[in-house]
């Protein structure tokens, strides 16, 4: 495909939001390996929504949007999240409020893309990204995914000898041709995956993902940006850490090892330097990708 090259990225992206915040957050961020950095982050673990007639009442987002053929989608999605967000937020209507907070996060992903979708038209971009989003509120934890960035729960685990690794939760599934629904979806829209890369069929010959936000000339083929969300899983005190992660880690590390790695720091003064080590951890054992990491120490949280 012929693809003009895009104008800069300060004229694409719109510069009306506030810088990025990362309250009581801690992660980690490097493009190692690449030239160029297509992860981001938006997370505040304390996020205040005021409702009229209704108490304050605080919830922690983390979110962490992984590029792809240019930075122009995860940097716009992470702009934009947490005040779309919490726009929707404010037209809670009395009802059950943790399913509202599920149907509003949907709402907000599908929105981002609906506006990316519209300037990568106009500037005649071919960009995409990934979104994995957990809300924690009232000791739950719910998570929307798009794509292969990860969620999950890592738990200590009793018992002794071989398998004393902590436990592992994951709350997200990738979403690529290997899964047969998602395969059927993109194939009833007239998309054919033909050779494979890592084993994981190619949409058209090129594509491995079956969702994404943007990628605006593959949506005929059935590419959704629709996530993908658990139910609110109840934490309990063995639950150590929420991990959000882009799926760069995971080209070294399964989610097993990265919770073993956790599990064997007893004493974390500052969560952010074991986000460092793990993503220094990831890229020494060969990782090629940009590295990404939110870190949320979830004793703490009780």
Known sequence: MNIKVPKPEEKIVPQKTKPIPTKSCHFASNKWRRSYQEDRITCDLDLKIPFSGHKEINIGVVAVFDGHIGEYASEMASKIFLEKFKFHLKN??????????????????????????KIAIEHELYSGSTAVVALIYNNHVLVANVV???????????QRGELAGDLVNELTRDHNALR????????????????????????????????????VPLKKYGIIATPEVTDWVNLTSKDEFLVVSSDGIFESLSPQKVCDFLNKVEHYSDPSILA????????LEGSTDNLSVVLVPLRSRR
């Open 148 to 158: 292969d960035s990860k969620a999950f729960i890592c738990s200590k685990n009793d």
């Open 276 to 283: 460092k080590d793990l993503i220094l951890k990831a890229f």
């Open 180 to 215: 047969l629904d998602e395969r059927a979806r993109i194939e009833a829209s007239g998309g054919k995956f033909s050779r494979t890369f890592n084993d994981v069929p190619l949409l058209n010959g090129h594509f491995p993902m079956t969702r994404a936000i943007g990628n």
């Open 92 to 117: 809670y209507n009395g009802h059950e409020f943790m399913e509202f907070l599920k149907t509003s996060l949907v709402k907000t992903i599908e929105e981002i893309d609906t506006e990316f979708s």
